[in-house]
């Protein structure tokens, strides 16, 4: 401390203004995809920048900065879920996200570059779209939380479970049994000899 008050609030703004615009694009990106549309995105992007950089001061390093924002994120959206019991969550994702083998490496977009074809070879994409949201939505939010975490922002088994407060072998038993029953609620979307 320089002893000079008027530094110290100059030095706090500085540092939320910098902790913004490390953030912001990240929390709304993430709020994106766990909502499904950009008005409630932005509307849990505010409330969760609102609690991070509230808790900033209190933020001890302990992990990633961005493990601890995301973790802020859910929390606020698992909040959201609980209260206000939301139907709509998932807009048009594509399936492709979703299939590909259950191993430790790769997100779901290097998953894609696998031999295998993906599931959903014969759908068109609003049928596909419509189809992963119905899909998603009989997942627990726990489950979601996992799969959005993995599948979309590409996050490694050890920063999901910080960010969610978990074991990191729950993270892998609950991504391998979301997969699962996406791959068998998913199938009776897809088109034969696609």
Same mark, same amino acid.
């Given at each position: ?28 990106? !993430? ?24 808790? !900033? ?12 924002? #995301? &973790? ?7 909040? &959201?879920?609980?209260?206000?019991? &939301? ?24 998953? !894609? ?23 998603? !939505? ?18 490694? #088994? ?37």
């Amino acid at each position: 401390m320089s002893g000079n008050p008027e530094a110290e609030p100059v030095s706090k703004a500085s540092e939320e203004e910098r902790f913004l615009a490390d953030n912001a694009e990240r929390v709304f990106n !993430l709020a994106l995809r766990l909502t499904g549309n950009a008005a409630d995105a932005e509307d849990l992007a505010q409330d969760a920048l609102i609690r991070a950089l509230k808790a !900033l001061h209190g933020f001890r390093g302990e992990a990633a900065a961005s493990t601890w924002v #995301y &973790r802020i994120v859910v929390n606020t959206w698992k909040n &959201r879920v609980r209260s206000e019991k &939301r139907r709509g969550l998932w807009k048009m994702l594509p399936l492709e996200k979703f299939f590909g083998k259950d191993d430790e490496e790769g997100s779901g977009e290097e998953r !894609l570059k696998a031999d295998e074809p993906p599931l959903d070879a014969g759908l068109e994409t609003a049928e596909a779209g419509e189809a992963v949201q119905k899909a998603l !939505l009989t997942l627990d939010e726990e489950s979601r939380a996992v799969v959005v975490l993995r599948e979309i922002e590409g996050l490694p #088994y050890d920063r999901i479970a910080q960010a969610l407060d978990i074991p990191e072998g729950t993270v892998k038993s609950r991504l391998s049994r979301s997969r699962a029953a996406l791959r068998e609620k998913l199938r009776g979307f897809v088109k034969a000899g696609g």
